[in-house]
């Protein structure tokens, strides 16, 4: 059986996939089971944000599974008890819950925040505000947290206590808090929601009220976070600090970790037994993890990513038939004047270009150490399929 064959048979289809088998990457290189070559700028959705075997990194990895690979979370680790210095010093907040996915870091973050306000005020006060046109992950709790409908099907029960209101309208977030209300959960850029991003202003508004009213912010920087948007986290580029964050994708490099991460006034909310996964703070994930901060962590760095994102956009937007581009760093995505977004990417996936979409949007979500060459290959292969298409 060939590897599609097998998949098709013995793997639960809950993804379409492209028709390609991959085998071996490199840098922002990756080759199928018959030796073509892609260009690819989808880092995997995002996580391998130093592109394809990074040399540091596995050596960073290679070493740690040599060294110690797991360890339950009964004992000390080193390499976790870095990387949460490291991500508190760079960020402001003060600790760190240890996940393996973007939505365990969601569903950390809203444990921590009823229990905040559990605590605090006692029963009921227990509604979390996400915002329609979100995604915060898979699982029951973080489906319901997803503000959008498509979402809401089959799995019912869903988990109570999310309501849900309209971006950038202030007046339509404050209809919906009420004396319940504990926290507004955001995406300040909704990546799968078409690579919206949120007004500056709203969201400094939104973040003053939820202060004044002792609701908790959780900005969900899953996809955001770890260099994509220029700067390490993107609340830095609207000069705003949450209550919570959840990073997790491009942190680990290509490794399974979520993180959720909380300020000052929450560090004590947890305590134990209130949480925790078995996998969580795994010494060869958190060694990734240290080897891609290490590297991003750096403005000269961030500095390039800022750059690099705007030579993109300066190119895609002399493309014909790109309608227009919404970018931030080097989270960019590409509105076409016609023709079905999805189409387009198959065949771009045919003519050589690894390329994701979001909504009817084409997304790309570059590993941060793509260099102009390859920026300028791939920008070539997606103006012929364009125009191949038009
Ligand atoms: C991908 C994503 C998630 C879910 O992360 P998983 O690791 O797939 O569970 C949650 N929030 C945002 C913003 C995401 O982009």
Request: aromatic letters at 8%; a negative charge; proline letters at 2%.
């Amino acid at each position: 059986m060939t590897t599609k064959e097998k998949d098709l048979k013995y793997i639960m289809h809950t993804y379409g996939r492209y028709d390609v088998a991959l085998k071996s990457a490199k840098g922002v290189t990756a080759y199928d089971e018959n030796g073509k070559k892609y260009i690819d700028v989808s880092s995997g959705i995002g996580v391998n944000s130093l592109g394809y075997c990074n040399d540091g990194w596995v050596e960073a990895v290679s070493k740690q599974a040599g060294t110690i690979q797991h360890m339950s979370n009964y004992f000390y680790c080193s390499q976790a008890s870095d990387l949460a210095e490291k991500l508190c010093t760079l960020t402001g907040l003060s600790k760190v819950c240890f996940g393996n996915s973007g939505a365990e870091a969601n569903e950390c973050a809203i444990k921590i925040a009823r229990k905040y306000s559990f605590d605090k005020y006692g029963e009921g006060r227990n509604e979390i505000v996400t915002l329609n046109n979100s995604f915060h992950g898979r699982t029951v709790t973080t489906l319901a947290a997803t503000g959008q409908d498509v979402f809401h099907n089959y799995f019912f029960p869903f988990t109570e206590g999310f309501k849900y209101a309209d971006a950038d309208d202030m007046d339509a977030l404050k209809a919906v808090v009420s004396d319940k209300t504990c926290a507004v959960m955001l995406e300040l850029i909704q990546g799968e929601g078409g690579v919206n991003i949120l007004d500056p202003e709203y969201v400094k508004e939104l973040v003053k009220y939820c202060n004044d009213n002792d609701i908790l912010v959780i900005v969900d920087e899953v996809q955001t976070g770890v260099g994509r948007t220029g700067k390490l986290f993107a609340h830095q580029n609207y000069g705003i600090l949450p209550d919570l964050m959840t990073v997790a994708k491009g942190l680990g490099g290509g490794l399974p970790i979520g993180v959720c991460m909380c300020g000052e006034k929450l560090k004590d909310v947890m305590s134990p037994s209130t949480h925790g996964t078995t996998f969580g703070a795994n010494p060869v994930v958190c060694a990734g993890a240290n080897y891609v901060l290490d590297t991003v962590a750096n403005d000269e760095f961030l500095a390039e990513v800022e750059k690099k994102g705007q030579y993109f956009e300066d190119k895609l937007t002399k493309i014909d038939g790109v309608k227009s581009v919404r970018r931030m760093g080097l989270m960019i995505g590409i509105e076409l004047e016609k023709g079905d977004a999805h189409d387009i990417a198959i065949k771009c996936v045919e003519n050589g270009l690894l390329i994701i979409t979001a909504k009817d949007l084409l997304r790309m979500l570059p590993p941060l150490v793509i260099d102009y060459n390859e920026i300028d290959e791939a920008i070539n292969i997606l103006e012929k399929t364009i125009k191949e298409n038009n």
